[in-house]
């Protein structure tokens, strides 16, 4: 069905969209999000303190001598409201804001892309895309473009979620949606890609340590899991695009633009391209190729600077460790190129007053983030999410089940966990001594237990406030509906956690057990202890 029909059809009210409203109404009981995390907050620090005083533990599945692990073997619930717990929450408070990942991420990223956004670039863009792109293919190639982009996941965070509720907004769509198809593409379908990424690495050394558990000489490789990845990318992509346009599109209904920020509606977005605009557009494109032969030059020869400097390898390396900085760069060159154009930026100040206007848009997701970061700091103090992951694990292994069908109850165990250790690679160095040695015991190979472990690690990223950015992600669709609340993004993203956690693991259940196919180059599924 084209995207174009979807303002024909009424809201549907079948059972599962009254399950969705029923969510959204528990959800939405919720308080303000920012009172929420700071409720969370104090909730960890007395719930630390009980666990703490029963002796709550569990046994670390880490080995001995292991980074993090304690000398008698144990994860223990850490107190937070005795004398060191106290202390360490003072001591801590203005640095657990400063620290939290995505907040210099997305305010670095913020200052280039008001550069673009002042000087009209982003809308002269999207005006330019949606006006020439085949409308039944725009919620397709919004999926797609969120996947991909997860290679270096800042872009799809903080440029295409924003970037695709303007592209539905200007196509008389629910911006929602929009924001919801990306948002699904970049982290509920983030272990799907047609590319190797920064991620890709750092769960191989976590698996190979874990494997060497039982073998000592066992490697895993980056691509361990690259065929795999290939594959979900268009299963992701059809699975995102039926969801947004049958389930999703339909339930938010039209969209109202009375509740908006009346600064992100654009009334000419539908406006046709001036000829000052397409020679902006020109001069906008030589700007890109000119970053883009720049990126090149830093990556790609031998001499490269962003390359790793001790062995040289492009993916895990400076470049991709700093990638925001690309985008900053990105936003800032091919913005002022198309505002000297257009004649919107004349000098310095107009670019500077850009870039502040961009970060003033952004107090709502400071004063968010400033209370979500404690939370998550207070969070991995106590232990919780570790003492949560292997009992989760324990669960796993207690069902004693040998046959393949175990690998349906470990992804679901792992989406569980996920909502409490959003972490992809914390969650995965805490169960992967568990996972990894017990499924290689009974026959198979950490490739395929590691892919496994992906499918749910992603699939409930875009239903839990664990989850990095899912306060910025909130922060932008407020910015579609100012009464917009933690319930109403959870509904809207739930169909998405469930079709893929269903229609993902039957995929890779027929990938490797009906069809035999390996998850990656020379990677096996099966292993002989």
């Known amino acids: 069905m084209a995207d174009g029909q979807q303002q024909a059809i009424a809201p549907r009210r079948n059972g599962f969209t009254r399950f969705l409203d029923g969510v959204e109404w528990l959800g939405n009981l919720l308080p303000h999000p920012v009172t929420l995390f700071a409720v969370l907050a104090i909730g960890i620090v007395f719930l630390s303190g009980l666990l703490g005083w029963m002796g709550v533990a569990v ?100 440029v295409l979620i924003p970037l695709a509720g303007a592209i539905f907004y200007a196509l008389g769509r629910h911006p929602l949606a929009g924001m ?29 340590e874990a494997a060497r558990l039982i073998d000592p000489d066992y490697t895993v490789v980056a691509t361990a899991n690259w065929y795999f990845m290939i594959g979900s990318t268009f299963l992701i992509t059809i699975i995102g695009s039926l969801v947004t346009i049958f389930i999703v599109e339909p339930k938010l209904g039209k969209y109202d633009p009375s509740g908006a920020d009346s600064t992100i509606l654009d009334d000419h977005m539908m406006e046709e ?18 970053v883009l032969g720049l990126m090149a030059l ?7 600077v962003l390359r790793n400097p001790d062995t040289g390898d492009r993916i895990d390396s400076p470049f991709f460790d700093g990638f925001v900085v690309w985008i900053l760069i990105f936003f800032v060159v091919t913005g002022y190129a198309y505002g000297r ?34 939370f998550v700091a207070f969070f991995g103090w106590t232990n ?3 003492i949560t992951a292997v009992t989760g694990s324990q669960f796993l292994l207690d069902t004693g089940m040998t046959g393949p069908a175990i690998f349906f109850f470990f992804i679901l165990i792992c989406a569980l966990i996920n909502l409490s250790l959003g972490s992809a690679s914390a969650q995965w160095a805490v169960t992967a001594p568990i996972f990894v040695p017990m499924l290689m015991l009974i026959g198979y190979a950490p490739e395929a237990i590691q892919a496994a472990y992906r499918i749910g690690d992603s699939t409930t990223n875009i239903i839990t406030p664990m989850m990095s950015y899912f306060g910025l992600i909130l922060a932008w669709a407020t910015r579609y509906d100012k009464n917009l609340g933690v319930g109403t993004l959870i509904a809207m993203m739930l169909p998405y956690t469930i079709f893929f956690l269903l229609f993902w693991s039957a995929f890779f259940f027929v990938w490797t057990f009906v069809i035999g196919l390996p998850v990656g180059p020379g990677s096996p599924t099966y292993y002989t202890p």
């Open 59 to 158: 046994v670390d599945p880490r080995p001995a001598g292991a980074p993090g692990v304690a000398e008698d073997g144990m994860i223990r619930a850490v107190s937070l409201l005795d004398g060191d717990g106290i202390r360490r929450i003072f001591t801590n408070l203005v640095t657990n804001f400063t620290s939290f990942a995505p907040l210099g991420v997305v305010l670095v990223a913020m200052i280039g892309v008001g550069v673009a956004e002042k000087s009209g670039l982003l809308s002269a863009a999207v005006r330019s895309m949606v006006l020439s792109a085949p409308p039944h293919m725009v919620t397709v190639a919004i999926v797609f473009a969120g996947i991909v982009s997860n290679t270096a996941s800042e872009v799809g965070y903080v």
């Open 180 to 208: 919801a198809a990306a948002f699904a593409g970049v982290s509920g379908g983030y272990s799907a890609n047609l590319l190797i990424g920064t991620i890709d690495p750092l769960l191989a050394g976590i698996t190979q």
């Open 273 to 290: 391209i001036s000829p000052t605009e397409r020679k902006g557009l020109r001069w906008a494109g030589i700007a890109l190729l000119g």
């Open 298 to 304: 830093t990556l790609l020869p031998d001499w490269g």
């Open 341 to 374: 154009v257009v004649g919107v930026m004349k000098s310095d100040r107009d670019v500077i007053d850009a870039m502040a206007q961009a970060l003033a848009s952004l107090g709502l997701y400071i004063v968010l983030v400033f209370f979500a970061a404690q």
């Open 384 to 386: 919780l999410g570790a």
